[in-house]
């Protein structure tokens, strides 16, 4: 009786260690590389020709994942269908945001681009592939298709970095910028108000600007924007409940996607910025060509290091966060 259990237990321990063998990840590697071949599954295929032993057939099919280089290619066609896709539905998506029917996400190329961290074009397979990567860090289906449940992820995305709070600043809190850096120099005083903190990063994210030559501001010998320079400076800053209401008024079928109620622009941090086109005007023709600006296209890669962030329907507004509080974490208080 003692002998069969001792036999059964050497015959166990024999087949545990032949399957911990066969599973070891390391297995075939050398074999499997020597023959490899550039088709996509060659290592697959000569498993099942070969047939050799159990252990073998195992090590191989753990084996069948191709080397790097293959392994991007085979990625990138395995996106060629998604990219089609989003070619089309980069023109005709049908969703909605504020009240309003949307078609296409072509407005947000640039947006989608720096979510993505991807320079690739919106029909390329490479932008499929970093979409998909994207997708499934944002736990959806990584199927590289921009659809409407994965724009809707990125909107939310976008909305939530914004600021939350819709305190007024104290008084002492605002500066009154000079009618040079206004889009209309003409602006009163009190429509050129903007919170310290958010003015000084203005001024800091400006002089990036002016400094970047591919942009070719015009600037005067100090370095300031030159008074015929419109791109970048001001065209709406602080404004005060009373003023928001009479905007409003002058705009009664503005709808959601009009003019708030409870703006970001009371906080003194939202600066409207001319990116060119019509300043403020949410019609896609006038912010498909502001998309296209030089301007635009530096803020989307560069607003963020001065604690800047965009509101993505309005390609001129940006509001500042704060330097220390990137990535949209914080929580300050609730719109009500
Ligand atoms: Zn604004």
């Known amino acids: ?10 015959v166990a321990l024999a087949l545990s260690a032949v399957a911990a063998f066969a599973a070891l990840p390391g297995r075939g590697q050398s074999q499997a ?33 191709p080397a790097n280089a293959s392994a991007a290619s085979a990625d990138l066609s395995a996106f060629a269908a ?37 320079t690739d074009e919106a029909g390329s397979a490479g932008f499929a592939a970093a979409l998909s990567r994207w997708q499934k860090g944002a736990g959806l289906a990584p199927t590289g298709v921009l659809d409407d449940e994965t724009l809707y992820r990125m909107v939310s995305t976008w909305q939530g970095a914004r600021i939350k709070s819709r305190a007024y600043p ?30 000084d990063a203005y001024k800091r994210m400006l002089a990036a600007a002016v400094a970047d030559p591919s942009l070719k501001l015009a600037v005067t010998r100090t370095g300031e924007l030159a008074p015929e320079e419109k791109f970048l400076k001001i065209v709406s800053s602080f404004r005060s409940r009373e003023y928001q209401e009479q905007l409003r008024q002058r705009q009664p079928n503005a709808g ?6 409870n703006s970001p622009h009371f906080t003194g ?11 403020v005007d949410t019609k896609d023709a006038n912010r498909a060509l502001q998309v296209q600006t030089p301007a635009y296209q530096w803020l989307v890669r560069n607003a963020g290091k001065f604690g800047f962030r965009p509101y993505y329907y309005e390609p001129w507004h940006w509001e500042y966060v704060g330097a220390s ?10 719109m009500k």
């Open 1 to 10: 009786m003692k002998n069969k259990v001792l036999i059964l237990f050497l």
């Open 33 to 65: 590389g020597a023959k490899q071949s550039p088709s996509a599954a060659p290592d697959a295929q000569q498993a099942v020709s070969q047939p050799q032993a159990g252990v073998k057939l195992t090590a191989a099919i753990h084996e069948s994942r």
């Open 82 to 118: 998604a990219a089609s896709k989003n070619l089309s539905l980069k023109e005709e998506l049908a969703w909605a945001f504020g009240g309003k029917q949307q078609r296409g996400w072509y407005l947000y190329t640039s947006l989608i681009g720096g979510l993505l961290d991807t």
């Open 170 to 199: 104290q008084p002492s809190e605002l500066v009154t910028a000079p009618p040079a850096e206004f889009w209309d120099p003409s602006r009163p005083d009190e429509l050129r108000q903007v919170r310290r903190d958010a003015y």
């Open 256 to 261: 959601r996607a009009g003019l708030a109620v």
């Open 269 to 279: 941090c939202a600066l409207d910025l001319y990116v060119g086109g019509d300043p």
């Open 325 to 334: 509080k990137a990535g949209g974490v914080e929580h300050v208080g609730v």
